[in-house]
T-cell receptor
Framework: GAGVSQSPSNKVTEKGKDVELRCDPI?????LYWYRQSLGQGLEFLIY????????KSGLPSDRFSAERTGGSVSTLTIQRTQQEDSAVYLC????????????FGEGSRLTVL | KQEVTQIPAALSVPEGENLVLNCSFT??????LQWFRQDPGKGLTSLLL?????REQTSGRLNASLDKSSGRSTLYIAASQPGDSATYLC????????????FGKGTMLLVSP
């Protein structure tokens, strides 16, 4: 597709369940980012992938959060044993080159944990 | 730790006005600065990207300036239209080689017909 695609667009789950969020970046983009946007808060960096390099996981809030990127393209963000404070919009972005730094965002996955 | 502040938090103007949105950051050692627009329930749309070596960027009715030494950027919107109503986010990139952005909380703009 022409833009960054994320699925599901909305996810409602019960506390304690695991969820997977998917991101399909713009074709050819080497960098992929996950951010979290909570109500009333700014965007919070979670994790960054660049090519075949080890990901920068410095923003992941706890060990319940993990992400992988298969084949340098699609990425999956997994949240295990979800908590109510995990409720947020999870945004994925991709970038074409290292040094331009310009990010292109998907429309996000809204997660609600009951 | 980089902190990004956007003022005002909300702004309401009549159609046709020129307006300025402000962004300030605490660490001037930035790599770039990016302005985004976010419509309700949507993702972010990139408006303008300014590299640290640049002073301003223009796109249509939008002009963004960067004063790295004072830690400030402004987004100027000329002849505002109701379709400009959205939240505008400023984000600062810190690291060369790749850019993880630190975001402000945004300015919510409402342009009335």
């Amino acid at each position: 597709g022409a833009g960054v695609s994320q699925s599901p667009s909305n996810k409602v789950t019960e506390k304690g369940k695991d969820v997977e969020l998917r991101c399909d970046p713009i074709s050819g983009h080497t960098a992929l980012y996950w951010y979290r946007q909570s109500l009333g808060q700014g965007l919070e960096f979670l994790i960054y992938f660049q090519g075949n390099s080890a990901p920068d996981k410095s923003g992941l809030p706890s060990d319940r959060f993990s992400a992988e990127r298969t084949g340098g393209s699609v990425s999956t963000l997994t949240i295990q044993r979800t908590q109510q404070e995990d409720s947020a919009v999870y945004l994925c972005a991709s970038s074409p080159m290292i040094n331009t730094g310009e990010l292109f965002f998907g429309e996000g996955s809204r997660l609600t944990v009951l | 730790k980089q902190e990004v502040t956007q003022i005002p938090a909300a702004l309401s103007v009549p159609e046709g006005e020129n307006l300025v949105l402000n962004c300030s950051f605490t660490d001037s050692a930035i790599y770039n600065l990016q302005w985004f627009r976010q419509d309700p329930g949507k993702g972010l749309t990139s408006l303008l990207l300014i590299q640290s070596s640049q002073r301003e960027q223009t796109s249509g009715r939008l002009n963004a300036s960067l004063d790295k030494s004072s830690g400030r950027s402004t987004l100027y919107i000329a002849a505002s239209q109701p379709g400009d109503s959205a939240t505008y986010l400023c984000a600062v990139g810190q690291k060369s080689g790749y850019s993880t952005l630190t975001f402000g909380k945004g300015t919510m703009l409402l342009v009335s017909p």
